[in-house]
């Protein structure tokens, strides 16, 4: 009996392989756009139960329209629609954007160059050193949230943790209202946190 040579034993092994012809569809079918409408909102709503129970876990928010908030508010996208690698990776981003905001309105000169200059973990302790964060809270959260993300984007969790993926918001939750966040005040006004509204939340969220 003749062996089978290496190339038709490669050829009897069946290989895993992703398919997506969603774009081949729009190009065929009569109504491929329509079709593939169908297909991504069918998706949507399927998973609306769950969106509805995330957005109620992250909690309200007031803050002012900075730079880091674009970045907050895709983070949040994503942890609503249940994309739990990409909403962690984007909470080390809102984190270290946090740092970048911090630099950019409360310091000046050299000491401003240095901790833009720095690398995350460095910009934290940086900006720690001189005072400069609202709350004592701050870096040990900022750091927290470091860690987090680091199990996850060098691949050390095959699967997420939906507690740990909620605890990393939590955390940038508090973290965002202890050095940005506004409450409401006299008159229709709102004004910056105070101590005993950082406290409050931390409670709150058991952090």
């Known amino acids: 009996m003749r062996s089978a040579t290496s190339e038709e034993e490669r ?6 392989v992703f398919v997506d012809t ?5 190009k065929i079918l009569p109504n491929g756009k329509k079709t593939v409408e169908e297909f991504l909102l069918s998706r949507f709503n399927n998973k609306m139960d769950s969106m509805v129970e995330n957005v109620e876990l992250l909690g ?3 803050l002012p329209a900075d730079s880091y908030l674009k970045y907050l508010l895709e983070a949040r ?9 990409g909403s962690v990776a984007l909470c080390g981003m809102v984190a270290d954007a946090v740092c970048v905001q911090i630099a950019e309105q409360r310091l000046s000169g050299k000491d401003k160059k ?3 200059d ?9 900006i720690a050193g ?4 609202k709350s004592s809270r701050t870096p040990k959260l900022l750091h927290e949230i470091g860690e987090i993300r680091r199990e996850y984007v060098h691949l050390r969790r095959p699967t997420p943790d939906r507690k740990e993926v909620l605890r990393i918001f939590q955390i940038l939750r508090l973290v965002v209202f202890a050095e940005f966040g506004l409450v409401p005040g006299a008159g229709g006004k709102v004004v910056s946190a105070g101590p ?3 406290e409050r939340l931390a409670q709150e969220l058991g952090i």
């Open 60 to 62: 309200p928010a007031l």
């Open 196 to 198: 005993a509204d950082i």
């Open 77 to 85: 996208d994503l942890f609503v629609e249940g994309f739990d690698y």
């Open 118 to 126: 720095s690398g995350f973990q460095d910009r934290i302790d940086k």
């Open 11 to 16: 050829e009897r092994v069946g290989i895993p």
């Open 114 to 116: 240095e901790v833009l």
């Open 22 to 26: 969603m774009a081949n569809l729009i």
């Open 130 to 133: 001189l005072k400069k964060f």
